[in-house]
């Protein structure tokens, strides 16, 4: 059911265009006017008349099978259905006659006659549609019923029939079915996985997920679409089933990937009953994936920390306190570290989970309280060369677009993403354009599920060997430049006119052309050239890109190869083309933006600037440092050779999601004071001496950016289990060091950032209420934001072409390690998977696996599901192996979501060039099986024994 | 901090430099990078590793980067 507040106008807005004329009506004699193309239900619920339905719901196509809409047109014979016809000009409409209400009156008698009584749909704590018509037309028994003896219907009918509950979240109730296809048309128009089916016909025709299967086994991806559009309490959320109605709604943002989906957060007190997605949600457009709608359950789970700990040595047990007492430890152990090893021995680590607000207080606590630029954030393990990279050529550290742009591309080139299982609600927007005929080019090495998912199949599919992105990114670039696609005129105009000819002879090098280059990438030549072509001769071609683009000892340059292409083709600058950065975790951007990074302060301005710096020392009332501090894997280093002893991590766990961990956990052991704050007793808590308590994002106030620049409110929905909102913790340590802030709420952090920011000097809370998100920049000229960047002229002012010589990786295969690694994400898992591990979501994952192909599996013995050694120049581990064709010979691949998998004691601590982003797209391995658990795992159980042990205090007050 | 680390991302550094055609343009490029980017501390490491041993593991122009950053930081000094 649609969410608490929702009314619903039955069908979908006229597609917008600008030759739509308006066209005006009369509705049981009122006038409307509505654009050419709307339904008269649509049209009649702008006057505030409901006319009855049931097979018809905004957020899908008419379809016209309940007949219980219909209406009288004047001067037309019937009785035609309101939501299968368009309104036109001039038509005098009736939705109420005596006749239309026996029509009704027939068919609500015929559904009922065969549905679960009123008292039982109630019973469900849903709503229901046909009975709340029934009612509202005074009907109240059904002619059609069946007699009953002992209570049940006698003869042919679908009550008692099995519940199918397989899924953890929602249950499948056919007794409640009326078969409007609602769900049916939900899965495939809403999110493109066409998983249902009306299968039979006539009485016998039922809903069916895929062939007739549980919907667990189904290729049913749990988004929850087909529950919201069901109409009845035939599929019900089993936590709307479990703890009644929900009594109020709170807006706010999905806190997992980076498409930022907006949510209603339907509540009963201070628990979350559902969270229904937004329909006025503008990156999600009322769609959600099954992490955002179902599971949140980690946000009570009992094994929140919900009381501040301190330990002296990490081997001692954790001593809950007070926060005054954790507080207090903490700045006196920095203050004494300070004292004893210099200004530069601590520094703190930002988090794309956490919040703008949270985020930019941590970064104004490392530059002003501690007095130092340690500061870095977590994108510099994903997208920090997406920055680096894009502020070169374009002049900004940001995607192009907004999402709905991809409705307008004619050819979509998708490299190094998964967006089906890392940005789901995008994908099935992806998908609808795809169905709609736009051209799809794949760059992967693995064969994702896009590659030919049902009524889509990419027209290239480019398999390269991990590593080699750049060189064939460099070959697709001969192509065009060599076979004169390039578009000179937009070039001229708009680029720098010296690197362009640098570059355009570097490409046109024989050496680059795709024959050449087929012998590294491994991509026949002809599908390269192929694809160039599609992608250069589009009237709009758009570029979306992941973390198989970023996470490389070339990431920064692929990024650079990425903007030079789309430059070249004159791809940038309007709806529908653009280079978009598919952003993993839901504030990558935002905490990108307000300067996380050790060398810049919010909105990407160097510490080196000195009119800069001045700024910001005013403000803060604090000379500012103005040399770039120590990035995560200098810090690393640092505290290896003990010039670096203290860190405060807010929201991270680099324990687990750094690459080589064995080299991460040597040197988090060599701190002395270690403060985490974070939900749980993460990876990272084990070598920590302080834990602050963290709050969830149904906890807290706040805002988050999304992958397109989006700023979106994130709204309390509870009061924060361990007593304080994340920044109130940062304030706290900053009061405690001795460097006063007094924020009441985060809205006077944003004035702050917006005052300091120039990308943000026009956002406001209030005006995020008003317009529900805004895309920065928003500032004076763009008051309410800006959808596309660089139109009419880059942000740099002429965009800069980059030559991208291919460097091969480090990382070689060699007869000890022949094979491959490389990482990726699962739709149901989420990162290290702290939260998500702490729902059902584990039911469709439950462990990493390790996928190899068939040959490979077969010349070392190993057969689906064994155990497998996983070895690489910097450590070993075990998984249990998958045997898929999804990977070519001679790649391996795994996911790194759970922490006794150690897929990062493999990764080594190769990085990109110019951001050190770790490469854990390539490391070079050898897979054998065996039958027991890696050295590294058996130390892991036992540190996990003994580093997380809590000795619980009684009297602890806050 | 490892000097072996050091030289290992200067010379990454260097490696996308290296199709710059004029050696002294790509030292320079390489010199600015490690200005902008790397922490004192880490400069200085590199330095101190040059004037030890003249940078003997360095690519290309990484070496004459580096020696330009001795340079900078001697004149500062
Ligand atoms: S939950 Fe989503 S994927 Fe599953 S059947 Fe419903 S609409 Fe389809
Ligand atoms: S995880 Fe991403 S796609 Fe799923 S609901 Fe949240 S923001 Fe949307
Ligand atoms: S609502 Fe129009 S036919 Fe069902």
Not at chain 1, 208 to 231: D, H, M, N, R
Not at chain 1, 524 to 535: D, E, F, Q
Not at chain 1, 887 to 906: C, K, M
Not at chain 2, 28 to 45: G, L, Y
Request: glycine share 8%.
């Amino acid at each position: 059911m649609h969410a608490l507040d929702y009314i619903d106008p039955g069908t979908p807005a006229a597609p917008e265009s600008e030759a739509a004329r308006p066209v005006t009506v009369e509705i049981d004699g009122f006038s409307v006017t509505v654009p050419e193309g709307t339904s008269i239900m649509r049209a009649a619920s702008m006057l505030g008349n409901q006319i009855p339905k049931l097979c018809a719901t905004s957020s899908l196509k008419a379809f016209g099978s309940c007949r219980l809409c219909l209406v009288e047109i004047e001067g037309r014979k019937g009785y035609p259905a309101s939501c299968t016809t368009t309104v036109a000009d001039g038509m005098k409409i009736r939705t109420q006659s005596d006749k239309l209400g026996q029509l009704r009156h027939n068919v609500l008698e015929l559904y009922l006659s065969d549905h679960p009584s009123e008292a039982e749909c109630a019973a469900s704590n849903n709503r229901c549609e046909l009975h709340e018509m029934a009612a509202a037309a005074g009907v109240t028994e059904s002619r059609y019923s069946l007699p009953r003896v002992d209570g049940v219907p006698a003869g042919c009918n679908h009550q008692h029939s099995v519940k199918d509950d397989s899924n953890p979240y929602f249950v499948f109730n056919q007794d409640a079915c009326i078969v409007c296809s609602r769900c049916v048309r939900a899965c495939d128009e809403i999110q493109g996985t066409f998983a249902l089916t009306i299968e039979g016909r006539g009485f016998g025709s039922k809903v069916s997920a895929s062939q007739s299967e549980p919907f667990l086994e189904s290729e049913c991806v749990s988004c929850g679409a087909c529950v919201e559009a069901c109409p009845t309490t035939a599929l019900t959320e089993k936590s709307v089933l479990a703890l009644g109605k929900p009594d109020r709604t709170v807006i706010t943002t999905c806190a997992y990937c980076g498409v930022g989906c907006t949510f209603k957060a339907e509540v009963k007190g201070e628990q979350v009953i559902r969270m229904v997605p937004d329909r006025e949600g503008h990156a999600n457009h009322g769609h959600a994936c099954v992490k955002g709608r179902f599971a949140y359950g980690y946000a009570t789970h009992k094994d929140r920390i919900t009381k501040p700990m301190i330990r002296a040595k990490i081997t001692d047990p954790w001593r809950e306190v007070s926060w005054d007492e954790a507080v207090n430890y903490a700045a006196s152990e920095f203050k004494r570290i300070q004292a004893q090893y210099g200004r530069d021995a601590v520094g703190g680590i930002t988090s794309s989970r956490c919040t703008n607000e949270e985020t930019f207080l941590v970064q104004k606590l490392v530059r002003a309280a501690f007095g130092n630029n340690n500061v870095d954030t977590c994108a510099r393990v994903c997208h920090s060369p997406t920055g680096y990279g894009l502020k070169h050529t374009l002049g900004e550290s940001a995607g192009t677009q907004e999402f709905d742009s991809v409705m307008h591309a004619d050819v979509i080139m998708l490299i190094g993403a998964n967006p089906t299982e890392g940005h789901p609600v995008f994908a099935s927007q992806m998908k609808r354009r795809l169905r709609q005929g736009a051209k799809l080019i794949i760059v992967d090495p693995r064969q994702i599920s896009l590659v030919r998912t049902p009524h889509i199949q990419a027209d290239y599919h480019l398999q390269l060997r991990p590593g080699t992105n750049v060189a064939l990114m460099n070959s697709i670039a001969h192509v065009v430049v060599t076979e004169g696609y390039a578009r000179g005129e937009y070039v001229t105009g708009r680029c720098e006119q010296d690197s362009w000819n640098k570059w355009k002879a570097f490409v046109s090098d024989p050496k680059n052309s795709p024959e050449a280059m087929e012998a590294v990438t491994g991509v026949p030549a002809m599908a390269v050239r192929g694809a160039a072509r599609m992608y250069a001769s589009a009237p709009n071609g758009a570029i979306y890109y992941g973390l198989g683009v970023t996470e490389h000892s070339q990431g920064t340059t692929m990024v650079m190869a990425i903007a030079n292409l789309a430059m070249a083709t004159g791809n940038l600058g309007r709806i529908g083309v653009g280079v978009n950065p598919l952003r993993g975790q839901n504030n990558v951007q935002g905490s990108c933006d307000m300067g996380s990074f050790p060398h810049e302060f919010s909105g990407y301005r160097h510490v080196s600037d000195d009119a800069v710096r001045a700024l910001f020392e005013s403000a803060w009332n604090v000379p500012l440092q103005s040399e770039p501090g120590l990035r995560i894997p200098n810090m690393f280093e640092a505290a290896l050779d003990g010039s670096f002893r203290a860190l405060y991590i807010q929201g991270e766990d680099i324990a687990q999601s750094d690459p080589n961990t064995q080299h991460v956990t040597a040197a988090l052991s060599a701190m002395e004071c270690i403060v985490i704050q974070d939900l749980f007793l993460n990876e990272t808590a084990k070598f920590a001496h302080v834990f602050f308590p963290g709050s969830s994002f149904l906890e807290k106030n706040g805002t988050f950016t999304n992958a397109e620049r989006r700023i979106g409110r994130v709204r309390k929905v509870m009061q924060p289990l361990g007593g304080l909102e994340d920044w109130e913790a940062t304030v706290r340590f900053a009061n405690a060091l001795g460097y006063p802030m007094n924020y009441t709420h985060p809205s006077q952090i944003m004035d702050e950032i917006a005052a300091l920011t120039p990308t943000f000097a026009g956002v406001t809370y209030e005006k995020l209420d008003e317009l529900g998100s805004i895309q920065w920049p928003c500032n004076q000229h763009a008051p309410e934001g800006t959808p596309t960047m660089h139109i009419g002229e880059f942000v740099r002012g002429k965009g800069k072409f980059f030559v991208t010589e291919y460097v091969p990786t480090r990382e070689k295969t060699t007869s000890r390690f022949p094979l491959l690694l490389t990482t990726g994400r699962i739709l149901t898992q989420y990162n290290v998977g702290a939260q998500t591990r702490r729902t059902h979501n584990v039911v469709w994952h439950d462990e990493d696996r390790l996928e190899i192909h068939p040959h490979d599996a077969d010349v070392r013995g190993i057969l689906d599901g064994d155990w497998v050694g996983i070895a690489s120049r910097a450590g070993e581990t075990v998984l249990r192996a998958q045997v898929t064709e999804r990977v070519q010979p001679g790649v391996v691949y795994t996911t790194f979501h759970f922490p006794e998998s150690g897929a990062n004691v493999v990764t080594t601590d190769n990085s990109d060039w110019a951001t050190n982003c770790p490469e854990y797209k390539v490391t070079a391995v050898q897979v054998v099986k065996v039958n027991q658990p890696s050295e590294w795992q058996k130390r892991y159980r036992e540190l996990t024994e003994r580093n997380t042990r809590i000795r619980r205090g009684s009297d602890v007050h806050a | 901090m490892h000097t072996d680390y050091l030289v290992r991302m200067a010379n990454d550094i260097g490696s996308f430099f290296a199709s710059e055609p004029d050696p002294s343009v790509a030292a320079e490029s390489i010199r600015q990078h490690i200005h902008r980017f790397w922490d004192p501390r880490m400069r200085a490491r590199i330095v101190e590793y040059f004037k030890e041993t003249g940078g003997v593991e360095l690519e290309g122009p990484v070496r004459a980067a580096i020696q330009r950053l001795a340079e900078e930081t001697a004149a500062k000094a």
